[in-house]
């Protein structure tokens, strides 16, 4: 069974900066994306940035030149750096794994979330 977990949510003031991690673990054959979404309240969830592919990325445009994503592989992490945040970057971020466990099985499934709050 394959998890994934975050951490490195928390309280940080406007322009402050955080750094989030997902840790996937479990059988893997081979990763389609990896990306993190957010969940304001009362928002439905979107999409804030990912790989689509191994060695692209992809920002929403409300982050774009403020958030950045990176992988570790040999860590089975991702991260996504924010920098500049704003209380409307206020939400709880989900990390999405889109993978084969084997050849043929293929499955989504998403990490328990991190809140995310800013504010002065």
């Known amino acids: 069974q394959v998890q994934l977990v975050e951490s490195g949510g928390g309280l940080v003031q406007p322009g402050g900066s955080l750094r989030l991690a997902c840790v996937y673990s479990?059988?893997?054959?081979?990763?389609?994306?990896v990306g993190w979404y957010r969940q304001a309240p009362g928002k439905e969830r979107e999409y804030v940035a990912g790989?689509?592919?191994?060695?692209?990325?992809d920002y929403a445009d409300s982050v774009k030149g403020r958030f950045t994503i990176s992988r570790d592989n040999s860590k089975d992490t991702v991260y996504l750096s924010m920098d500049n945040l704003q209380p409307e970057d206020t939400a709880v971020y989900y990390c999405?794994?889109?993978?084969?466990?084997?050849?043929?099985?293929?499955?989504?499934?998403w990490g328990q979330g991190t809140q995310v709050t800013v504010s002065s």
């Open positions: 790989y689509p592919d191994h060695y692209t990325t």
């Open positions: 479990g059988r893997i054959f081979s990763i389609n994306t």
């Open positions: 999405h794994l889109d993978f084969y466990a084997t050849e043929e099985e293929k499955y989504k499934i």
